[in-house]
């Protein structure tokens, strides 16, 4: 019955895995996993779920998500068919699916200056809303100006400020059933030269300073109020540290990735480690910015 419903609402498939959805590669088996065609697909799907109580995961470019083996019994939906965009004088409508590099890169061509900061993190416009997620002083608080969302039945339109937004945080993470469909961004004209060299500039500096040839998640921890979590790692020793497939980035301290067949459990068991010690030897307790799901 749930395959027959969401194959009527967008692309279903039943044989995909979280390994083959997030950046990471990691983990186990999806039983349900469709992509909406339209936002119409979206609102009927999510209204079918929550009447037969399926638990469901909305995801974008699974860019910050770390997902164990076990099988998940439930719905993963996969908004990147959502995928269009429109400029509108100083302002872009987005849809959720659009990927934020895809976004940052048609806006420098065109001299609108919104996503440079973005243009180098690998997640879906509406994973960036949820994450408000961000990078050189900048992050998507300073440049939405609403954002529509799907609650509870409803399509509404909420301010900036009725987001929430702070450090790699929104008001989303406390409603976990609400669902980023679109976005108006603010645009403000600069010449592309300007822009795309920023760009270039900033990329290079990812080059440089990412493990970006690694499957990652990005940074395993947010950054304390006063310093960085890079710092910190080094502190303990942990720059290179493995179990397994999994290791401490050589490149950078904050990165931890798969070096082929790595499992959520060993990253989390070298992230919990790198917690205890950075406690025990600093007195400061790191927080994930990475998201944990069916594990
Ligand atoms: C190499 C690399 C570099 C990175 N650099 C940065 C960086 O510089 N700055 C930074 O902030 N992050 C960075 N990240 C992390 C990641 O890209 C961001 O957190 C991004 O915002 C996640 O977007 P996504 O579409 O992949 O979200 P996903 O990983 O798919 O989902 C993340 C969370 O958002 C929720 N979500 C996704 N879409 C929606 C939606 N439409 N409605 C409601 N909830 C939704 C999911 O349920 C989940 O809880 C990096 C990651 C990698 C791999």
Redesign the pocket.
């Known amino acids: 019955m749930i395959a027959s419903f969401l194959s009527q609402h967008g692309q279903y498939h039943d044989d995909r895995y979280f390994r083959d959805i997030?950046?990471i590669r990691m983990g186990g088996h999806i039983r349900h996993f469709v992509l909406p065609n339209t936002v119409d697909d979206v609102r009927e799907i999510i209204s079918f779920l929550k009447h037969n109580k399926i638990q469901f995961?909305?995801?974008?470019?699974?860019?910050?998500?770390i997902c164990g083996e076990s099988e998940f019994d439930g719905v993963v939906m996969c908004?990147k068919n959502l995928d269009s965009y429109e400029i509108q004088n100083d302002e872009v409508y987005v849809e959720?699916g659009v990927l934020a590099p895809v976004l940052a890169n048609v806006l420098a061509k065109q001299g609108l200056s919104c996503l440079e900061f973005a243009s180098?993190?690998?997640?879906?416009l509406?994973?960036?809303i949820?994450?408000n997620?961000?990078?050189y002083k900048g992050s998507m608080a300073d440049v939405v100006k609403e954002v529509l969302v799907l609650k509870d039945d409803e399509l509404v339109w909420m301010s900036n400020e009725e987001m929430k937004f702070s450090y790699?945080h929104s008001v989303?993470h406390d409603h976990?059933h609400?669902?980023?469909?679109a976005a108006r961004l603010k645009l403000v004209r600069k010449p592309s030269e300007v822009i795309e060299e920023l760009m270039a500039d900033r990329l290079s500096r990812r080059r440089q300073t990412?493990p970006?040839d690694k499957p990652?998640?990005?940074?395993c921890f947010r950054n304390p109020d006063d310093g960085y979590a890079w710092k910190l790692i080094d502190g303990i020793g942990y720059r290179g540290y493995a179990i397994n497939d999994v290791s401490v980035s050589e490149k950078h301290s904050n990165f931890i990735v798969n070096n082929g067949s790595g499992k959520a459990d060993e990253y989390l068991q070298i992230a919990y480690e790198i917690q205890d010690k950075v406690k025990e030897k600093y007195g400061i307790k790191l927080v994930m910015e990475v998201?944990k799901f069916n594990c």
Not at 216 to 219: E, F, P, T, V
Request: proline fraction near 5%; charged fraction near 10%.
């Open positions: 997030t950046t995961k909305v995801i974008g470019n699974g860019s910050n998500l908004l959720a180098g993190i690998p997640g879906c509406g994973g960036l949820y994450m997620a961000g990078a790699r989303l976990p609400w669902v980023v469909i990412q970006l990652s998640a990005g940074s998201e």
